[in-house]
């Protein structure tokens, strides 16, 4: 099956800074997502991004489908954006076998 | 908000008990998901059923099953627990590619 990669396991960022969060796929895929768990457990959906570049406010996300990577960047970031990254990545047209990557834990101080 | 709701949110049993999931999707999304979240297996898909029917299977244990019923609620049946069962549970519904995912059930057997 799919592998996926994530880096860096863990991150501790001073409020303010950027950051890039990167996860690699071993194989081709047709649907890739990343999610943000918070610290009370919840899976927010952050990007839907099979390939292409996406923004949302100070997120945004780069997919290079071909070379089988996607990058999330976090600009500017707030003690909220703590928390555990996904990327999760399927082969199906439907979303289904999702693989889940093992998460970038990122760290916030005020 | 996701718009997906799981019931309970915690639920404490002991080894050896059967317990439900229970989980409404997104109104119109046709597919639900269920993962498992546990500390040292990450996020797993583990079934995925469409309009009711089963669509795909992942690492799901032969002593749980699921169900969609004709509403397209869906139901986890955890039977034989035993202490490694204790995870988090998330159930997600999707109508094309993009999952959404539920609050999570918590899930503690001792």
């Known amino acids: 099956g799919i592998q996926v990669e994530q880096s860096p396991p863990d991150l501790i960022l001073q409020e303010g800074a950027n950051s890039t969060l990167r996860c690699n796929f071993s194989?081709?895929?047709?649907?890739l997502q990343w999610f943000h768990q918070n610290p009370w457990g919840q899976l927010i959906n952050l990007f839907y991004?099979?390939?292409g570049t996406k923004q949302n406010g100070r997120l945004s996300a780069t997919t290079v489908a071909t070379e089988r990577y996607s990058l999330l960047y976090i600009s500017s970031s707030q003690t909220t954006d703590s928390g555990v990254y996904f990327c999760?990545?399927?082969?199906?047209?439907?979303?289904?076998?999702?693989?889940f990557g093992p998460g970038t834990r990122l760290s916030v101080l005020p | 908000d996701s718009g997906v709701t799981q019931t309970p949110k915690h639920l404490i049993t002991a080894t050896g008990q059967r317990v439900t999931l229970r989980c409404s999707p997104r109104?119109?999304?046709?597919?639900v998901y269920w993962y498992q979240q546990s500390l040292d297996q990450g996020l797993q898909f583990l079934i995925q059923?469409?309009?009711?029917?089963?669509?795909a299977k992942g690492n799901i244990l032969e002593r749980f099953s699921a169900q969609q019923f004709p509403d397209l609620h869906s139901e986890l049946n955890l039977s034989s627990l035993e202490l490694g069962d204790s995870a988090l549970y998330f159930c997600?519904?999707?109508?094309?590619?993009?999952?959404?995912f539920g609050p999570g059930t918590r899930l503690t057997v001792l």
């Open positions: 997600a519904s999707s109508v094309g590619s993009e999952q959404f």
């Open positions: 991004i099979p390939s």
């Open positions: 999760a990545v399927s082969r199906d047209n439907y979303g289904q076998n999702f693989v």
């Open positions: 194989d081709s895929v047709n649907n």
């Open positions: 109104s119109g999304d046709l597919s």
């Open positions: 059923y469409y309009n009711g029917e089963e669509r």
